[in-house]
């Protein structure tokens, strides 16, 4: 079963810097498109950033493109999301997902990442921007 295990979340100034990792156990992710998404407060949730299963595409929605970079470490089985430039409007529980992509009709990251694209799910790391 695929587990997943997202870390580094925490408050931080507005301007300030964080690195959330997202740790798969049990399996290599080496196949899996992995999504980054978040949900604030009243609002739905939405998918942020997105790298495919060959590290060949990465997206990243308008709201943090320039401030966020997604990667992915093969050697220890993860995926990080570092967030520059954070604002108290990034504030939301922020969430990693998998999906094997040699088993999907579409390549996953080419657009907005989708909940329902991803059917394996981490529990959320809390991030607040506050001053």
């Given at each position: 079963?695929?587990?997943?295990?997202?870390?580094?979340?925490?408050?931080?100034?507005?301007?300030?810097?964080?690195?959330?990792?997202?740790?798969?156990?049990?399996?290599?992710?080496d196949y899996y498109?992995?999504g980054w998404f978040?949900?604030?407060?009243?609002k739905e949730r939405?998918?942020?950033?997105?790298?495919?299963?060959?590290?060949?595409?990465?997206?990243?929605?308008?709201?943090?493109?320039?401030?966020?970079?997604?990667?992915?470490?093969?050697?220890?089985?993860?995926?990080?999301?570092?967030?520059?430039?954070?604002?108290?409007?990034?504030?939301?529980?922020?969430?990693?997902?998998?999906?094997?992509?040699?088993?999907?009709?579409?390549?996953?990251?080419?657009?907005?990442?989708?909940?329902?694209?991803?059917?394996?799910?981490?529990?959320?790391?809390?991030?607040?921007?506050?001053?």
């Amino acid at each position: 079963q695929v587990q997943l295990v997202e870390s580094g979340g925490g408050l931080v100034q507005p301007g300030g810097s964080l690195r959330l990792t997202c740790a798969a156990s049990g399996f290599t992710l080496d196949y899996y498109a992995i999504g980054w998404f978040r949900q604030a407060p009243g609002k739905e949730r939405e998918g942020i950033s997105c790298i495919s299963s060959n590290d060949g595409t990465k997206y990243y929605a308008d709201s943090v493109k320039g401030r966020f970079t997604i990667s992915r470490d093969h050697a220890k089985n993860t995926v990080d999301l570092q967030m520059n430039s954070l604002e108290p409007e990034d504030t939301a529980v922020y969430y990693c997902a998998a999906e094997n992509e040699a088993t999907t009709i579409k390549p996953l990251c080419l657009i907005t990442p989708v909940m329902g694209d991803f059917t394996s799910w981490g529990q959320g790391t809390q991030v607040t921007v506050a001053s």
